[in-house]
C-alpha cells in the first residue's frame, strides 16, 4: 500500500480550545515523535495525494512516578464563533481517517510510549487543507496535538465578507472561507465621511486562523468614530493565494442633545402646522351661506340613493 511520511501538525493545546497539558501541571504531556530532523515539532504536516496512508509517530510521556493509562483519538479542527479554534464533537474528516496502532496506552512511571498511527486519505476527498488533531485524554484532563493534512491537487484560497455593521465604537462583519485552503487574513478599513477621510487602517493580520468552510464573526474598533458625520466604511480583506473580498455599510453619527433638539422641533412644527389647519376649516366653516328657504314653503331634504337619472 503506498504512503509518504512527512514531517506530519499541531497548534498550542490552547489554541485547539483544550485544557492544556504539561509536565509542570499535569505530570504527562502528548506530542509528536522525537528523532533525527523531526525533534521539537511543534505539530504534525502530511500532505499526499487522495487515496494515500500517511503514517507518523505520537509520543506520550509519563515523567510521574506512578503508571498512567492513556486514551488518543482523532478529531476534527474547528473554528469557534469568534474565530478561536476548537476540535468538533464528532470527527467526520482527518479525525476520522486517523488510526492509532493501541487506543488506549498504558505508560509505566517515568516512561515515554510512542504510539504509530496512520491517516487514510480518501479517494473522493476534496483536494486542500483538512486540518485535524489527536486528542490524548487521562486523568480527567485532555491534551491535543494538530494534524495539518494537505490533500494534493487544485486548490482554492476565496473568502467573502458579509454582515458589515457600524455599532457604536466598533464595526462588526463576518468573515467566510469560501475555498478549500486554511486562510490568515489581512483587513483593512476605511471610512468616509461628508467633508473627506476619517478613518484609514493599513492591512493588518488578524488574530484568527479560518478554516476551509467556515464563518465567525468579528469587531473592529473605533473609539475615535466622529461625533457628527454621515460615513461609508469600507472593509477590504486579503489573504495567501489571491484570496480578496470587500464590503460596505454607511452610518449617520448625531449626538444625542442634538437629536433630541432636532425631534422637539419637528414636533413643535407638526404641532404648529396642525392647528394652521384647523383655524383654517373652522373659518370656511362660519363663514359659509347655508340653504336659503322661501316663507311658508316647506322644507325639502333630498337623500342620495346613489341611483343614477
Not at 505530570?27 to 500532505?47: C, I, L, N, Q
Request: with cysteine; net charge positive; hydrophobic share 45%.
Amino acid at each position: 500500500m503506498p504512503f509518504a511520511v512527512r514531517a506530519l501538525c499541531l497548534a498550542s493545546v490552547t489554541v485547539l480550545g483544550v485544557a492544556p497539558v504539561s509536565v509542570a501541571d499535569a505530570d504527562w504531556s502528548v506530542v509528536p515523535s522525537a528523532g533525527g530532523a523531526r525533534d521539537g515539532r511543534p505539530y504534525f504536516y502530511a500532505e499526499g495525494a487522495p487515496g494515500t496512508v500517511l503514517q507518523d509517530t505520537v509520543s506520550v510521556r509519563n515523567p510521574g512516578g506512578k503508571p498512567l493509562t492513556v486514551r488518543l483519538r482523532g478529531a476534527d479542527a474547528d473554528n469557534d464563533g469568534d474565530g478561536t479554534l476548537s476540535v468538533r464533537a464528532r470527527a467526520k474528516d482527518t479525525g476520522a481517517w486517523i488510526t492509532f496502532a493501541e487506543r488506549t496506552v498504558r505508560i509505566p512511571a517515568r516512561t515515554r510510549a510512542d504510539v504509530p498511527f496512520t491517516v487514510s486519505v480518501p479517494a473522493d476527498t476534496t483536494p486542500g487543507d483538512h486540518p485535524g488533531a489527536i486528542l490524548a485524554s487521562a486523568g480527567g484532563r485532555t491534551a491535543a496535538v494538530r494534524v495539518q493534512l494537505r490533500v494534493g491537487g487544485p486548490a482554492l484560497a476565496a473568502l467573502t465578507v458579509e454582515h458589515v455593521r457600524i455599532h457604536d465604537d466598533r464595526i462588526s462583519y463576518e468573515l467566510v472561507n469560501r475555498g478549500t485552503t486554511v486562510l490568515t487574513p489581512k483587513l483593512a478599513v476605511r471610512a468616509e465621511g461628508l467633508f473627506g477621510a476619517v478613518l484609514d487602517r493599513a492591512p493588518r493580520a488578524l488574530p484568527v486562523e479560518l478554516l476551509p468552510g467556515r464563518r465567525v464573526r468579528l469587531d473592529e474598533p473605533w473609539p475615535d468614530r466622529p461625533a457628527l458625520d454621515g460615513v461609508d466604511v469600507e472593509l477590504t480583506v486579503t489573504a495567501d493565494g489571491g484570496a480578496r473580498a470587500e464590503a460596505a455599510a454607511e452610518a449617520w453619527f448625531v449626538p444625542k442633545a442634538a437629536l433630541a433638539g432636532a425631534l422637539a422641533g419637528l414636533a413643535v412644527c407638526a404641532g404648529g402646522a396642525l392647528w394652521c389647519v384647523r383655524r383654517v376649516r373652522r373659518s370656511r366653516q362660519r363663514g359659509r351661506p347655508g340653504p336659503v328657504v322661501a316663507a311658508g314653503q316647506p322644507r325639502t331634504e333630498v337623500e342620495s340613493t346613489g341611483a343614477v337619472m
